[in-house]
Every structure is written in C-alpha cells, then in structure tokens.
C-alpha cells in the first residue's frame, strides 16, 4: 500500500514465505517495507523507516527481474536497510541520494555508530541508457566484533544497443575489517569480495523474451562470504500470457573453484544444475 501527494509519500508492504524466513533474520519478518516521507522544496525528499536496499541490480520480487532466481552476487548485497534517505533530483534524468542508515543489512541500531550511504543514477532519454552507482560505509560492530569497518561499492549499467536487445550488469567490490572480541587475539583481519554479473535478454516475439546470465563471486581471502568462488550460469524462456502474468522455464549450473558445497545424489560435489520452472501473477490497483 503506498500513498503519494505533492509534498508527503507513504508506503507499506507486507510480504510472507521463504525469503522473509531465510533473509530476514531477526527483523520484522512481515514486514518488507514502511516509511514515510516529506517533500522540503522542489525535487528534495526525506524519508525516514524501513527501505529495500539501494544496493544492486535485481529486485527482491521475481516480477521486477528477467529471471526469477537471483544470481550468486544478490546473494552478497543486502536486502534491506533502516534510517533516513535525502533524495534530490535536479532533472528528471538524475537522482541523487544520500542516507543515514543503521548499518548494513540492519533493521535494529546494534551500536551507537551510524552507517553512510550514497546513491547517484542517470537514465538517457527513452531509457536507451542508464548507470547507477552505490555505495556504503560504516562501522557496524556488534558483540562479535571490537570493530567491523565495511566499505561496499556497486556499479551497474543497463543498455539497449539494438532492437529487442538489453543487457544490463553490475559490478561489487566489498572490503571489510574486523578486529576479534577476543582478549588474546587482537588482529586486524582483513576480507575483500569482487562480484560480477552479466545478463542479456532477447525479445523474439511481443510475448516471448530468452534471458542468459552469467555471475561469479571471488572472495580472494575466504573470509567476506559464504559464496566463496562460485560462479553460475543461468538461461531462461519467458511466456507474457498478459500483462500482469508471466511463466518462466530457466536452468542454472553453479559451480565451486574449489569446494565441495553442493550435495549431488547424496555425494559432496563442486556444482550442480538446476531447472525451475515459475509462474507469477500480480495485479496493481490505484485510486484518487
């Protein structure tokens, strides 16, 4: 439900099932968005709750996206984020943005310290071209960590070079700094992450559009994720029986450098395929 004037927005989205119980941890589980936001002057907004993040990509909700599985580097980005949001946009081709948040990937204030983030995107006319950069800083310690120092970095690009073609990737760079609880270990460990992805989509017909991803994850210091060097390759076939419905067949291979996390008929393997087959349905209505 959201709610939008000329000077004050207002959203609220509700949301149940397997993402909620597996991403969001010791949050509110139900709740997936609510805030409230006020307008100052001309094109300059503050709003203040519980946002999506502003980090990637692929959106939370398979309709947003042209594959319904997310891709090995979603898995690293953060789902979620709390705090407040300064949003200026001087054209309609460009947004800017700057937010005070709890930290990454945080709904509860774990600390006293503050997490700072930006957001700078610009859309070319008839969306022929668009690039976006995200980024975030902060100490976010909780009881774990004396100190855990993140600076989060995601480029990402979308283009139509030619009729019934798009592609679109992004690019993350995470480092990260922890020093230890531990009264005897007072080492500063460090952990760097690279993720990469890549799709293009396909328009044959007006109701029918093939997507192919790749995406790989390199954490060179096996520290910043449990995706460690995995890379994945995705193909799909989208059927619009209508506007607000889609059925999608898709098949991914994913594979490990060199870990054996995947089970395989019982057996520890380094990657495994996958074929899903997902339909959506999803309806929009407004008033005045």
């Not at 930006?118 to 969306?127: G, H, P, Q, R, S």
Request: proline share 3%; charged share 20%.
């Amino acid at each position: 439900m959201s709610a939008e004037s000329d000077n004050y927005r207002a959203n609220l989205t509700m949301h149940y099932g397997d993402i909620p119980d597996v991403a969001w941890l010791d949050n509110p589980k139900m709740i997936q968005q609510a805030y409230a936001g006020i307008k100052l002057f001309d094109n300059f907004w503050v709003d203040g709750g519980y946002f999506l993040t502003h980090i990637g990509s692929e959106s939370l909700t398979p309709k947003d996206n042209w594959l319904s599985t997310h891709s090995i580097v979603t898995y690293n980005e953060p789902f979620y984020q709390a705090g407040l949001k300064f949003t200026y946009q001087p054209t309609s081709n460009i947004t800017t943005q700057i937010q005070i948040l709890n930290g990454l990937n945080q709904f509860k204030d774990v600390n006293e310290n503050k997490s700072l983030a930006v957001f700078l995107a610009y859309t070319a006319d008839e969306n022929l071209f668009s690039v976006s950069y995200a980024g975030q800083y902060g100490n976010e310690a909780d009881r774990k960590f004396k100190a855990n120092t993140t600076m989060f970095h995601n480029l990402c690009f979308a283009v139509n070079p030619i009729k019934n073609l798009e592609i679109k990737g992004h690019l993350d760079y995470i480092m990260r700094e922890d020093y230890l609880l531990e009264e005897d270990n007072d080492e500063l460990t460090e952990a760097n992450l690279l993720g990469v992805s890549l799709q293009l989509r396909y328009t044959f017909i007006e109701k029918l559009r093939a997507t192919m991803r790749y995406a790989m994850v390199n954490d060179e210091d096996n520290k910043s994720s449990v995706l460690q060097n995995l890379s994945d390759i995705t193909l799909g076939l989208e059927y619009l029986p209508s506007s607000n419905s889609y059925i999608r067949l898709e098949g991914r291979h994913i594979s490990s450098s060199d870990l054996k996390i995947f089970v395989v008929d019982g057996k520890p393997e380094t990657s495994r395929n996958e074929v899903s087959l997902n339909l959506g349905v999803f309806f929009d209505y407004t008033t005045k």
